[in-house]
């Protein structure tokens, strides 16, 4: 596993963040169905943007964005027995991809003390096939253009 989290703090105002995970695990181990477990070579890429800007005072624009890929490549089928420990099973079982992404643009304006009007554009999208033929680049196309919600909504908090 790799992690990194790096932020810059461009002026007083303005902020990015990157955070980056890669997992590359060879024997990882998952319940299939009933009492059949499976071992699969998982490759997982999770990676995101967030950026907070403070333009003027009582003004904020926020963006969030993040995604996961995952790889799964099939290696063993396992059966648990009465005795609850595993035995190799001559099931096979079809390695997977998936792909799930989600971006986040919120403009928040505060009238006065808990007093805030949101204008926020909301996207995500998210794929899962049985193979893993597909780059993990490819995920996150296939992802961001098969959106299951595609969102622009306003909200008002006033305190009276």
Do not use: C
Not at 25 to 32: A, E, G, N, R, V
Not at 65 to 79: C, K, N, P, V
């Amino acid at each position: 596993e790799l992690h990194v989290d790096p932020k810059w703090f461009l002026t007083e105002t303005l902020s990015l963040g990157l955070p980056l995970t890669y997992d590359d695990s060879h024997d990882w181990l998952i319940w299939t169905q009933g009492a059949q477990l499976a071992s699969f070579r998982r490759r997982q890429l999770t990676a995101a943007l967030n950026g907070d800007w403070y333009p003027r005072p009582r003004h904020e624009l926020r963006l969030k964005a993040q995604w996961i890929g995952l790889q799964a490549a099939f290696r063993e089928a396992y059966s648990v027995g009465s005795d609850m420990e595993p035995v190799p099973a001559a099931a096979a079982v079809s390695g997977f991809s998936l792909s799930d992404v989600e971006v986040q643009l919120r403009y928040r304006y505060e009238i006065g003390p808990l007093s805030d009007i949101y204008v926020v554009y909301s996207r995500g999208g998210n794929i899962a096939v049985d193979s893993v033929d597909r780059s993990l680049a490819g995920q996150l196309s296939d992802a961001w253009h098969h959106p299951i919600a595609d969102q622009l909504f306003m909200k008002i908090r006033y305190r009276f």
